[in-house]
């Protein structure tokens, strides 16, 4: 059997007939088959011929009628694709407007293929304003770790729970994408925005064949639509860099989310009442001595002040701003890149962290920017992301990513403690995927075992006993992350590297770097003489710097109107879905509800 793509990894009609073998398929349909479409969302019609179509010849029809029957409107005809030596029909920002089953068939006279849809309304609003919790890379481990060091356990009990631990709905996600089992943060992303699958690092587009990073077929995003049709106040509140791809995958529309000058122009674009995080060099032009790396000239800190925005650079700034209820709109930028961890700002200290001093914590900016999106009358949708927990995992820094998701646990507690409050606010926690980290036992400095090996003083099952970590301060953190005896964290997949058994007291962990003369990573000697290193030869390909995500599913926690469908197992598509139909995005009066014909 012959599938014929133009791209690698493309996904849609031909890889249902790869998996289902059924005759052959030649063209790709966007939004691809078994897509769930709200009503009312826009997104673009996309068909994908294998070679020059006769325009004449060249048809969509939507439940056995012409498309442009349903839409108003005719698919432009592309006789030839730029960087493709083939033809496409293309529609923009159309709509769903009643539910149904949408069976959607292309044909260039020679070949044809078909997709279905489905078009879901929604009830009346519940929730007056979502928030959505992410910790981007948070796995189990990751959460009991924090449960440990934070609470304290005892003969098999904790002493505490946390924050997202007791909340009254729960359920399994599944993360994979249309081009791989194995998500990243940009896809996951837009699946939580939209509604709908997509490619490794893309953000609110379904990736076609062009080279053209910025002309995919478009799906409109949560924060899009609750802001045209529902005039609710958005806010985007990140410790990672705005551009990033969580943040991004908000609001951007690109195929690739390296292009962090453009994903920040979609984000202003949008003007989100609230926008805080690092990121800042690309909100400035480029300057000999500033920070700045924009390379169009464009001010965006100068544009927010004259657009009406309070301009927060430090928590005192941002704490002032967001007291003032005069405030509405707020631009909080805290670093150039992305903004420290709490293990480095306020234990460890690292000389870096001197650059930005007074960065605010993730649960100071979750209530500035509550605060400010409070004073607007039609309610809001705000994400909130622990976005270095996936950092520091990426690099095997396990320490640094749980002290961030024990700070992640805070913000929790205090949204949490608001909408209990009011009675009208969803919440969601969620990672968007996570990494093969693992909680084997302990390490312990002060083993009587003789051997200088480090790897001897791992305890395990019944060795292993229990950590000692102190929080004499009762901030529920550690004071310290290396006591004596202290939990072993390994990770599954792994560049070349010297394992230490030991936190990184001097700054985050670097554990594999370029050879020049191969162009491969290598194991970082800077580490090659701690006391009991031990050279872990990679087991993932030698061009990849850092330990890679995994497909495993991640666990959803919810509380507010509309948590009761959280159960079970979902799709990661279905947070949205989750979101809107809490929000009443597709609600229909009676009257207007009728089967799609």
């Not at 791209?7 to 849609?12: E, F």
Request: glycine fraction near 8%.
């Amino acid at each position: 059997m012959i599938c014929t793509v133009t791209k690698p990894l493309l996904a849609g009609a031909c890889a249902a007939a790869l998996l289902t073998a059924t005759p052959a398929v030649s063209q790709t349909i966007y939004p691809i088959d078994r897509a769930d479409v709200l009503i009312g969302q826009k997104f673009d019609l996309k068909v994908e011929f294998p070679g020059i179509a006769d325009p004449a010849k060249a048809k969509i029809t939507i439940n056995g009628k012409d498309h442009a029957a349903l839409f108003g409107k005719a698919a432009t005809f592309v006789r030839t694709e730029v960087g493709v030596d083939a033809s496409a029909l293309l529609l923009r920002e159309v709509t769903l407007d009643q539910p149904g089953a949408y069976t959607v068939t292309a044909t260039d006279g020679v070949n044809t293929s078909t997709v279905t849809w489905t078009a879901y309304a929604t009830g009346p609003r519940r929730a007056r304003n979502v928030i959505l919790i992410i910790g981007d890379g948070m796995g189990i481990a990751h959460r009991t770790a924090a449960r440990i060091m934070s609470k304290g356990i005892k003969e098999g009990k904790y002493y505490g729970k946390l924050a997202m631990d007791d909340m009254p709905h729960m359920a399994l996600i599944g993360t994979s994408g249309v081009d791989s089992v194995v998500t990243d943060s940009a896809n996951s992303a837009h699946a939580y925005s939209t509604g709908h699958k997509s490619n490794i690092s893309a953000l609110g587009v379904y990736v076609d064949r062009t080279p053209d990073n910025y002309d995919d077929p478009k799906v409109e995003h949560l924060a899009e639509f609750v802001k045209r049709r529902k005039q609710m106040a958005v806010g985007i509140v990140t410790d990672a860099d705005l551009p990033d791809a969580t943040p991004a995958g908000m609001v951007a529309h690109i195929a690739k989310r390296q292009d962090s000058q453009i994903a920040i122009d979609m984000l202003y674009a949008l003007k989100p009442e609230v926008m805080m995080g690092g990121g800042a060099a690309y909100f400035l032009p480029k300057s000999p001595n500033g920070i700045g790396k924009r390379t169009d000239g464009k001010d965006y800190v100068a544009q927010a002040r004259s657009d009406g925005y309070q301009v927060a650079t430090t928590a005192t700034e941002m704490a002032t701003a967001a007291g003032d209820p005069r405030t509405k709109t707020l631009l909080g930028l805290y670093n150039k890149r992305f903004m420290d961890g709490h293990l480095d700002r306020a234990i460890l200290k690292p000389s870096y962290i001197q650059e930005y001093p007074e960065q605010p914590d993730l649960p100071d900016m979750a209530k500035a920017g509550l605060d400010v999106l409070s004073r607007h009358p039609n309610g809001f949708f705000l994400m909130i992301e622990a976005g270095l927990i996936d950092k520091y995992s990426h690099v095997l820094d396990g320490e640094r990513a749980v002290y961030d998701t024990i700070m992640l646990d805070k913000t929790v507690r205090l949204v949490k403690e608001f909408a209990e409050k009011r009675g009208d606010t969803l919440v969601l926690v969620t990672p968007d995927h996570t990494h093969a980290i693992s909680l084997v036992g302990t390490v312990d400095d002060n083993s009587p075992v003789a051997s200088p090996e480090m790897r001897e003083r791992i305890g395990v099952y019944g060795a292993a006993g229990y950590p000692n970590y102190v929080d004499a301060d009762g901030d529920g953190y550690p004071d310290r992350p290396d006591p004596s005896k202290r939990l072993y964290m390994t990770f599954g997949l792994y560049p070349d590297h010297y394992e230490t058994f030991r936190p990184k007291l001097d700054g985050m962990f670097t554990p594999a770097v370029m050879d020049p003369a191969t162009q491969k990573y290598v194991a970082n000697e800077a580490y090659k003489d701690v006391p009991g290193a031990v050279l872990m030869p990679g087991n993932i390909p030698r061009d990849e710097p850092n330990a890679p995500h995994v497909a495993h599913d991640v666990l959803l926690t919810a509380m507010g109107p509309g948590s009761a469908r959280v159960h079970g197992f979902m799709d990661n598509t279905e947070v949205f879905r989750t979101m809107a139909e809490a929000l009443g995005l597709g609600h229909q009066p009676a009257r207007r509800r009728k089967a799609a014909q």
